[in-house]
């Protein structure tokens, strides 16, 4: 079957930050805990401090996990982007260097979920 491009294509996307009304995506994969079979995606404040967002929110999300209680954040291996990174829970998440539609992978030493199964 023959592909013909439209190499004329143009579109504006509809997911823009300044579509968002001053907020951001924000999506956060848990590793090792496939009970959330995908990454999470919130709706955040650019000025909400990391700290905040993890107690207000991701740990909201994921309280139904039996891991989640077990947390230790300060032992927690983070990633954003694609690349290591260390958070200042004081700081917003802009200063934080998270903007709109990052992604966050959460890797908990220790917890691989429910009887070690990564579920």
């Known amino acids: 079957m023959t592909v013909n491009a439209i190499s ?16 951001q995506m924000l999506y956060v994969y848990w590793e090792k805990h496939l009970m959330f079979c995908s990454p999470f995606a919130f709706l955040v404040a650019p000025a909400m401090t990391f700290g905040a967002f993890l107690e207000q929110v991701f740990m909201e ?47 908990t030493p220790g917890l691989n979920g429910v009887q070690g ?3």
């Not at 143009?10 to 823009?16: E, G, V």
């Not at 954003?80 to 917003?92: E, M, V």
């Open 61 to 107: 999300a994921i309280k139904a996990h039996p891991d989640s209680a077990r947390i230790d954040f300060s032992a927690a291996v983070w990633q954003l982007n694609g690349q290591p990174f260390t958070a200042d829970p004081s700081a917003s998440l802009e200063a934080n260097g998270i903007d709109h539609k990052s992604l966050l992978r959460l890797s």
């Open 8 to 23: 004329e294509y143009r579109a504006t996307p509809r997911d823009l930050q300044a579509n968002f009304h001053g907020m």
């Open 117 to 119: 199964s990564c579920s």
